[in-house]
């Protein structure tokens, strides 16, 4: 979903029909569209209904689902396939001569931070064309995508939070997140006291404060 823009929405949908389309030609194994309205908010039913809907039409209009490797035999997609492998070679050198994944985890983050920045200044200069963004703009947008009431949900989520709070086993909360920390402290699984506090009905909030008081909170700027 990171190629679709909030300009001109409706323009997400021919993106992602051929994207889909693309995944399809290469064999994928399952398939998820995204809502035309996905970089605005969460999809309406509207903007659902036609992401599965274009999966239907290339299952069952194309054609393409019909034979195995639709693209087998081709020189260019071979000749893709080959650049990328290489490329992938190179960066799997890099990060071995680093030390590792782990030791090399800044040099990644550093790596896909600079092609972010890459791109989005290949956008802004008018190096790459992106339709409703850069070129073929419109004054007026063609879909208002309704916002919720924020204020109200939070109140809602705050009486909610304090009911569950009144009416919940403080102590068998506070016992499952000792268990977490814990494991935290001794790297163990953590699965197993997480479920065990989530069934003591602490909150996604506890749960994760427990593991920053055990690790702190991850800074990539950090030396």
């Avoid at 009431?149 to 009144?166: G, W």
Wanted: charged content about 25%.
């Amino acid at each position: 979903g990171s190629s679709l823009q909030a300009q001109q929405p409706l323009v997400n949908a021919v993106r992602t029909t051929l994207q889909a389309l693309a995944a399809v030609l290469g064999g994928c194994q399952s398939l998820h569209t995204n809502g035309y309205d996905e970089a605005l908010s969460l999809p309406t039913e509207q903007a659902a209904t036609l992401a599965l809907r274009t999966q239907q039409v290339i299952a069952h209009e194309s054609g393409v689902a019909r034979t195995a490797d639709p693209l087998a035999g081709s020189w260019f997609v071979e000749h893709l396939t080959d650049e990328v492998e290489a490329r992938a070679r190179e960066y799997l050198e890099r990060i071995a001569d680093l030390g590792g994944a782990a030791k090399a985890i800044d040099y990644m983050q550093e790596e896909i931070h600079r092609a972010a920045y890459r791109v989005q200044l290949e956008v802004e200069e008018g190096e790459r064309t992106v339709v409703g963004v850069n070129a073929y703009q419109e004054a007026e947008e063609q879909v208002r995508i309704g916002q919720p009431d924020f204020s109200a949900l939070e109140v809602r989520q705050k009486a909610k939070l304090a009911d569950l709070r009144e009416r919940r086993d403080t102590e068998a909360v506070e016992a499952a997140r000792a268990r977490i920390r814990r494991a935290a402290d001794a790297g163990d699984n953590l699965l197993p006291p997480i479920v065990d506090a989530v069934k003591a009905l602490a909150t996604l909030g506890e749960i994760s404060d427990t593991l920053r008081d055990a690790w702190g909170t991850y800074d990539g700027h950090a030396s």
